[in-house]
């Protein structure tokens, strides 16, 4: 219907990286912030909870910037699945959540990454 908005796509991809970046970073920082309080929110060790956090923020850090973008985007696509998992099978949590956010959310950043993957990123990254 609009095919002149094709032109708009590499910027359209660096806008959904730099969203998922902001909300991986400070995801992960939050987790690294008290990692003893974190992991007991969600039910971890807290060395697996500073791992985690690390991982969150040099992901989300690559996927913005563009660096080793599939990589990262493939990283974080883990840790959705993981999220998911814990939200499905551990705490029994429905697909739009009950009394906090359902794993909706971590589908969509599943699919956000997974189009990140699949364009290496789009034009405007940092390292091919």
């Given at each position: 219907m609009f095919p002149q908005l094709a032109r708009f796509t590499d910027f359209g991809i660096l806008l959904i990286r730099l969203m998922v970046g902001l909300v991986f970073v400070t995801s992960?920082?939050?987790h690294l912030k008290?990692?003893?309080a974190r992991a007991k929110s969600i039910e971890m060790s807290k060395g697996f909870?500073?791992?985690?956090?690390?991982?969150?923020v040099a992901g989300g850090l690559g996927v913005a910037a563009g660096l080793l973008t599939q990589l990262a985007a493939f990283g974080l696509i883990l840790i959705m699945l993981g999220a998911i998992y814990k939200k499905i099978f551990a705490w029994h949590t429905g697909f739009w959540g009950e009394k906090s956010s359902g794993w909706h959310y971590d589908l969509i950043f599943v699919l956000m990454n997974l189009l990140i993957a699949f364009t290496n990123g789009g034009a405007y990254v940092l390292m091919r």
């Amino acid at each position: 219907m609009f095919p002149q908005l094709a032109r708009f796509t590499d910027f359209g991809i660096l806008l959904i990286r730099l969203m998922v970046g902001l909300v991986f970073v400070t995801s992960g920082y939050s987790h690294l912030k008290d990692p003893e309080a974190r992991a007991k929110s969600i039910e971890m060790s807290k060395g697996f909870t500073i791992f985690l956090g690390a991982a969150e923020v040099a992901g989300g850090l690559g996927v913005a910037a563009g660096l080793l973008t599939q990589l990262a985007a493939f990283g974080l696509i883990l840790i959705m699945l993981g999220a998911i998992y814990k939200k499905i099978f551990a705490w029994h949590t429905g697909f739009w959540g009950e009394k906090s956010s359902g794993w909706h959310y971590d589908l969509i950043f599943v699919l956000m990454n997974l189009l990140i993957a699949f364009t290496n990123g789009g034009a405007y990254v940092l390292m091919r």
